[in-house]
């Protein structure tokens, strides 16, 4: 396919640089807005092309040097090239370009966009493993940007470094293996005091693998769990008491969680987050508040020690059984929990009938359509709404405003997963 030279004018959704070629738009993998390139197709279609780089021209004055030497080969990372502040900037203007587009709103103000540090943050993930027969080695890491194989990667600079670092070790441990062939994936989650590395393994693992890897995690302070099925199959293999938890130290709380649970990627955002979250909606003493998508309780909890009443509901009855656990293992009674489909009507459900001053969303990436078909309820003054995708907030906001009378008093982005394309936002509603 032809190569070929274009400016670039944006930046698309997924990180691309955008283009237009005789009318047509082409993505540019590798390419930034304001840049000039020399660039190939790489594939055609009826409404777009995409293309790869070659050369860049004119580079734009935000390009940085790419800290991470596999960075346009592993696909866990797709904007190192652009310097962090023009990062953040970008999500901003996609949240926005999405409120006006999708939702047909305007905020009143714009939040300054919340940023931690850009490196080492991410306290999940998960890796993927293959034993290449032709090569002889075991390969552990994220996708290569075309999704079909297992970047060849040494270490992770995105990964907290109690594991970011230790990727070769970990490949190395795994070649060692007896069942080196059954091991699909691993699945990482970090506490504030132990990291834990769950194996996923599809046939039993021998006496000898199982002491090489309770060998490797004494050796790198890790803790080793194994998954030979499904969730509800993941057990500890050393050591034998693993826990992990992570501290909110302005709300004086501490949250335990299980390795597959859902707890926020970045550690230090999760905390600026809450406490933005919290100074946002201002929660009052005397204040009654419903928490929907709650998790863990991770704002939940925090909530409990400002407000008179707080009711966490998720759909998840584990997380739901854990939230309740983990208000007791912080001595907050006025906090309760309830396990509920947030994808149907729920206004039979006791929760949902009571009045509530103070709303809080934090739903998955297809938002909370559903819930506000029926709430918030005529008593709720303020909703703060935490986003994982531009697209259904600005959908839902537009709900919220047209159909539930509430002004969407300000929105911001918050960059919770630095060098990637993801837009994490929150946005602020007050009743009329």
């Not at 929990?337 to 809080?360: G, M, V």
């Not at 697209?391 to 405003?401: H, I, K, N, P, Q």
């Amino acid at each position: 396919m032809g190569v070929f030279e274009t400016d670039i004018t944006d930046l698309s959704h997924d990180g691309r640089g955008v283009a237009h070629v005789n009318g047509k738009a082409v993505f540019v993998t590798g390419a930034l807005a304001g840049e000039r390139v020399r660039a190939r197709f790489s594939g055609k279609h009826r409404h777009y092309d995409e293309a790869v780089v070659e050369e860049v021209l004119q580079a734009s004055p935000d390009r940085v040097a790419p800290r991470c030497s596999h960075f346009g080969i592993c696909g866990g990372c797709v904007l190192q090239h652009l310097s962090p502040q023009a990062q953040i900037a970008a999500k901003q203007r996609t949240l926005l370009d999405n409120l006006e587009r999708i939702g047909k709103v305007a905020p009143k103000s714009i939040l300054p966009p919340l940023a931690d540090s850009p490196w080492g943050y991410r306290r999940k993930a998960r890796l993927s493993v293959k034993f290449v027969e032709k090569k002889g080695r075991v390969l552990v890491g994220f996708r290569e940007t075309n999704g079909r194989y297992v970047a060849d990667i040494a270490r992770c600079e995105t990964l907290l470094p109690s594991v970011g670092e230790r990727i070769a070790d970990i490949a190395g441990l795994i070649e060692t293996l007896d069942g080196k062939r059954d091991i699909p994936q691993i699945e990482v989650a970090i506490g504030d005091t132990l990291a834990v590395l769950v194996f996923r393994h599809l046939q039993p693992l021998s006496e000898h693998d199982r002491t090489a890897l309770i060998e490797f995690g004494r050796r790198w302070n890790l803790g080793i769990f194994l998954q030979p099925g499904g969730i509800d199959s993941v057990a500890p293999l050393w050591p034998e008491n693993a826990q992990l938890t992570f501290r909110l130290p302005n709300c004086d709380v501490e949250l335990e969680f299980k390795p597959l649970d859902f707890v926020q990627v970045n550690a230090g955002m999760n905390r600026a987050m809450i406490d933005h979250a919290l100074a946002l909606l201002d929660p009052q003493p005397t204040d009654r508040v419903l928490d929907l998508f709650c998790g863990l309780g991770n704002f939940t909890l925090p909530l409990a020690r400002r407000a008179a009443q707080v009711i966490g509901v998720e759909g998840e009855a584990g997380l739901v059984r854990r939230a309740g656990e983990n208000a007791r293992r912080n001595g907050i009674a006025n906090a309760q929990f309830f396990a509920a489909d947030l994808a149907t009507d729920p206004r039979d459900a006791a929760w949902a009938k009571r009045d509530h001053d103070l709303l809080l969303l934090d739903p998955p990436r297809s938002g909370a359509e559903a819930v506000l078909e029926f709430l918030p309820r005529k008593s709720v003054r303020r909703v703060v709404y935490v986003s994982c995708h531009p697209g259904s907030l600005a959908r839902d906001a537009g709900t919220l405003v047209n159909r539930h009378g509430f002004t969407l008093s300000a929105a911001g982005a918050m960059d919770m997963f630095p060098h990637t394309a993801h837009v994490e936002s929150i946005a602020v509603f007050d009743r009329n």
